[in-house]
């Protein structure tokens, strides 16, 4: 399987990184090996002094394709969860200012954690979703995915004119504002429309 994530997908957040609000989807990826397996706790790098998490909707593909009309997009998942985007902002700051590539900065092995998966038939509008990280109790993060620059069908139209799209494919859609570092000893919690949806524990 693969991860595919997008970047710069809520304004706000956008904004506070300081870049501009792109006119097309950003598209990135992480290796299968960045999963953090279920019930680890994630360690922070050695290589990095400003890990941050991005709480994110993510969805997972249930359908081989390509070249997927936005209309149809719909059929090709049947489940969301929230997740982690974890970044080592101040690597991917570095490589920013030198134009090179991220992955080192977000595709580490334990980048890519995620929580609990619901049927998306358990939400009325995939549009108006709530959800929340909190970061030792306190809201951290707050985002509504009505607030997404571009939806999730939109994304998986962009995406796959580039790539096949396979079963078991992760899509991570982007974070909202507030996105900060993360503490050894740190306990993440995340909570989707009211529903706790993933936990875990910083190393
Ligand atoms: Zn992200």
């Known amino acids: 399987m693969k991860i595919i994530c997008i970047g710069r997908n809520y304004a706000d957040h956008a904004k506070e990184l300081g870049n501009q609000v792109p006119a097309e989807p950003v598209i990135f990826m992480k290796p299968d090996s960045a ?34 009309e936005e209309r149809f997009a719909s059929r090709y998942y049947s489940q969301i969860a929230l997740g982690i985007d974890f970044t080592a902002r101040d690597l991917q700051q570095e490589l920013k200012a030198k134009s090179l590539p991220w992955e080192k900065a977000k595709s580490f092995d334990g980048a890519a954690f995620v929580g609990k998966f619901f049927d998306k038939s358990d939400f009325s509008n995939l549009e108006a979703i709530s959800f929340q990280l909190k970061k030792n109790g306190e809201i951290a993060q707050s985002g509504h995915t009505g607030d997404m620059l571009f939806s999730i069908d939109r994304i998986i139209a962009e995406v796959s004119k580039y790539f096949t799209i396979k079963i078991g494919d992760l899509i991570y859609t982007g974070t909202p504002a507030g996105v900060g570092a993360v503490a050894i000893g740190d306990e993440l919690e995340l909570i989707l429309e009211g529903r706790p949806a993933g936990a875990l524990r910083v190393k």
């Not at 680890?40 to 400003?50: K, L, Y």
């Open 35 to 68: 999963i953090l397996p279920k019930g680890n706790a994630f360690f922070i790098p050695e290589f990095s002094n400003d890990v941050h998490f991005e709480c994110e909707v993510v969805v997972r593909i249930d359908r081989l394709g390509k070249n997927i």
